[in-house]
T-cell receptor
Framework: KQEVTQIPAALSVPEGENLVLNCSFTDSAIYNLQWFRQDPGKGLTSLLLIQSSQREQTSGRLNASLDKSSGRSTLYIAASQPGDSATYLCAGRIWAGGTSYGKLTFGQGTILTVHP | EAQVTQNPRYLITVTGKKLTVTCSQNMNHEYMSWYRQDPGLGLRQIYYSMNVEVTDKGDVPEGYKVSRKEKRNFPLILESPSPNQTSLYFC????????????FGSGTRLTVV
């Protein structure tokens, strides 16, 4: 069974710092890995999607990498800002049986606080 | 605007009173899914659907029903809600295929008393 783990569970940093969030998964047979942001009591906003054939994806100050062989993904946030404070979730898309490619398995999330 | 719409956003109900949470997407996605989010347990899949009239159980299906009569809609039905179904529920959709990303709804916070 696929398991996804995120470390650390919580992180507090001063504004301007570069930071790395970690995600590990047990099954290297994932199709892709998606990073989400969740604000308190709100829905999930997709940040980056990395296909299994890719090594990294970038969007603005965000960079996500994927290493299937080691079962790891990282989300790098450059020059952090207070507005980046949220919970960050990674999720691996795995084969769900039959003909479905659909199942997402989530990590527990990292709660990020960026203080001024 | 491409989106997944859930209703209601908030719901308080009593034990045993049947309820339906609606989910609709306007992106012509084949795949739709329901998740619940609980503190300490994260997001867990309840049911999913690969296309119209094709549904299957996720990790925590007990106490829930779904239907997929139209491509755009995927309602979640609680026939006899219990307090342990108090949770934050999310509907999501995606094109069916390994390379596609998910889009999530804004969530429905359900309280069963």
């Amino acid at each position: 069974k696929q398991e996804v783990t995120q470390i650390p569970a919580a992180l507090s940093v001063p504004e301007g710092e570069n930071l790395v969030l970690n995600c590990s998964f047990t099954d290297s047979a994932i199709y892709n890995l998606q990073w989400f942001r969740q604000d308190p009591g709100k829905g999930l906003t997709s940040l980056l999607l990395i296909q299994s054939s890719q090594r990294e994806q970038t969007s603005g100050r965000l960079n996500a990498s994927l290493d299937k062989s080691s079962g790891r993904s990282t989300l790098y946030i450059a020059a952090s800002q207070p507005g980046d404070s949220a919970t960050y979730l990674c999720a691996g898309r795995i084969w769900a049986g039959g003909t479905s490619y659909g199942k997402l398995t989530f990590g527990q999330g990292t709660i990020l606080t960026v203080h001024p | 605007e491409a989106q997944v719409t859930q209703n209601p956003r908030y719901l308080i109900t009593v034990t045993g009173k049947k309820l339906t949470v609606t989910c609709s997407q306007n992106m012509n996605h084949e795949y739709m899914s329901w998740y619940r989010q609980d503190p300490g347990l994260g997001l867990r899949q309840i049911y999913y659907s690969m296309n119209v009239e094709v549904t299957d159980k996720g990790d925590v299906p007990e106490g829930y029903k779904v239907s997929r009569k139209e491509k755009r809609n995927f309602p979640l039905i609680l026939e006899s809600p219990s307090p342990n179904q108090t949770s934050l529920y999310f509907c999501a959709s995606s094109l069916e295929g390994q390379g596609y990303s998910y889009t999530f709804g804004s969530g429905t916070r359900l309280t069963v008393v």
